[in-house]
Each structure stands twice: as C-alpha cells, then as structure tokens.
T-cell receptor, first 113, second 115 residues
Framework: DAGITQSPRHKVTETGTPVTLRCHQT?????MYWYRQDPGHGLRLIHY???????DKGEVSDGYSVSRSKTEDFLLTLESATSSQTSVYFC????????????FGPGTRLTVL | KNQVEQSPQSLIILEGKNCTLQ??????????LRWYKQDTGRGPVSLTI?????NTKSNGRYTATLDADTKQSSLHITASQLSDSASYIC??????????????FGTGTRLAVRP
C-alpha cells in the first residue's frame, strides 16, 4: 500500500458524534487526498491537500473538514456524523499533480447508525 | 458534466479464458486515462496509464487500448487467473491548470474468475 496507513480500519459510530479518520504516509509526498467509495458510485473526492496547511475542497466536501499540520498526516473529520456518511473512505497520495499516479491506502469502513 | 461509464457491471469467466472490459468517457479536455485494479477490501492499484497519443499499452497479461476520437478504452485480460478476481476501475483525468487532480472515476467492473 505504498507506505500509507489508515486508522482506524473499521469504525461504528452513532449519528451526531464527531469522527476523525487518520491517514499517515512515510514517503513525504506533497499531495494527499480523501475519497469515499459507495455502491453505484465511483470514488468521489472529498478534500485534498497540496502541502502542509494547504487544503482544498473536492466534489463532496459538505459535512467534512480536513487538516494537515505535518507532511505525513492528513486528517478527515466528520463534525457530526450522519447515516449518509456511512461509506468506505480511502486516502491517497501522489508525488505531484497531473499525470502522477495516485497510491491508495487500505481504506476505512465507517458505519454511522 | 464529466462522466465515465463502464461495462459490463459484472462478469464471470472461467480460469484461463480471456475477457475485455469497456470504458466510455465524456471527460474534456482529456489528459490521461488509467485502469486500476481493486481487490476486495483493498485500495485501488494502478495497472496502466494512457495519454492522448497512446493507443495500446500492456502490463503483463493486461492490455489497455485507447481510442481518443471515440472516447473509448478497453482492458483486455489474457489467460485469466483466479487472482484476477477484482473490480477494475477506469479513471479519466481532465486537464486542470490549478493544483490538484481532476479525476473522474467509473463505477467499475466486478470480475469473478472461476476454476
């Protein structure tokens, strides 16, 4: 998994509770991404980061926030989880933008009851 | 709206047989197209990348083709193995001048290879 770890790997939580997912990389790559994957949908970009403290929104960013205080860590926070945020979340990294390959982490399965 | 459509949604083949997966896209302006393999419970892994000027690229038993005029791509798997059982995802990148990728993902074709 290209030196990418995600934690936790599985989480069950209740509606209205805050949740933070962590992505950690060991390669010092500049770009990091958070995606969600749902049945019937392709992977959809939530947020991405192009450097420490530099982040931007993706196509499905509502209800999510991110932070990147260190090159190696990219955190995804659900401030108040809803059942519609039940999904598998993938973190990805790339050396640069453009044609560079994105390498994906193993995923976090989140269930919001 | 940029879209990537894949067919079939699912496919079952016998071990040793060949198969072809299809990808049609409406992404513009086109930059490149990738095929990813995603094993159950794992993240996607890149198989091939093709740019506008390339029409065929191979990676072992995987051969991808691209027709930029008709906006179609295919992934051909030769002499399938049980380990080929996975979802195959077509991903198309649009040219974007600002930082960050603009990728459109297909929903994937789920391939099952039976002994």
């Amino acid at each position: 998994d290209a030196g990418i770890t995600q934690s936790p790997r599985h989480k069950v939580t209740e509606t209205g509770t805050p949740v933070t997912l962590r992505c950690h990389q060991t390669e010092n790559h500049r770009y990091m991404y958070w995606y969600r994957q749902d049945p019937g949908h392709g992977l959809r970009l939530i947020h991405y980061s192009y450097g420490v403290k530099d982040t931007d929104k993706g196509e499905v960013s509502d209800g999510y926030s991110v932070s990147r205080s260190k090159t190696e860590d990219f955190l995804l926070t659900l401030e108040s989880a809803t059942s519609s945020q039940t999904s598998v979340y993938f973190c990805a990294i790339s050396v640069g933008a453009g044609t560079d390959t994105q390498y994906f982490g193993p995923g976090t399965r989140l269930t919001v009851l | 709206k940029n879209q990537v459509e894949q067919s079939p949604q699912s496919l079952i083949i016998l071990e040793g047989k060949n198969c072809t997966l299809q990808c049609n896209y409406t992404v513009s302006p086109f930059s490149n197209l990738r095929w990813y393999k995603q094993d159950t419970g794992r993240g996607p892994v890149s198989l091939t990348i093709m740019t506008f000027s390339e029409n065929t690229k191979s990676n072992g038993r995987y051969t991808a083709t691209l027709d930029a005029d008709t906006k179609q791509s295919s992934l051909h798997i030769t002499a399938s193995q049980l380990s080929d059982s996975a979802s195959y995802i077509c991903v198309v990148r649009a040219e974007k001048k600002s930082s960050g990728d603009k990728l459109t993902f297909g929903t994937g074709t789920r391939l099952a290879v039976r002994p």
